[in-house]
């Protein structure tokens, strides 16, 4: 019964469990079935790994996640950090130069 109640929430209003996510490093199969959808994952997701205590999650779990996010949504993460948390970006610098390096040429041209 609560999955009924949860899917036929907005996910804007949905908690959603970072913790667990990060720790499996894996999206749920449809969770993400809009843009919309999308940027406030990423959103929500930016938020949470700045709350969390240092060590609550690794790098390694995040870019799993990132990695089942469409391109413009990563990009987004990141761009989202900047702003949010300008000097949060040399704690993520190496996740950040390994999804940008694919971008580099779409970056750059």
Excluded: N
């Amino acid at each position: 019964m609560p999955s009924q109640t949860s899917t036929s929430l907005p996910f804007a209003a949905q908690a959603v469990p970072f913790h667990e996510y990060l720790t499996f490093g894996k999206i749920p199969e449809g969770l993400i079935a809009s843009d919309y959808v999308g940027e406030q994952f990423v959103e929500r997701l930016v938020h949470y790994i700045l709350s969390v205590p240092s060590g609550s999650f690794t790098m390694a779990k995040l870019g799993q996640l990132l990695e089942q996010l469409d391109p413009r949504h990563q990009i987004f993460f990141f761009k989202r950090l900047k702003e949010t948390s300008p000097d949060s970006l040399k704690d993520f610098a190496p996740l950040y130069y390994g999804f940008m390096s694919e971008f580099h040429d779409l970056l750059f041209t």
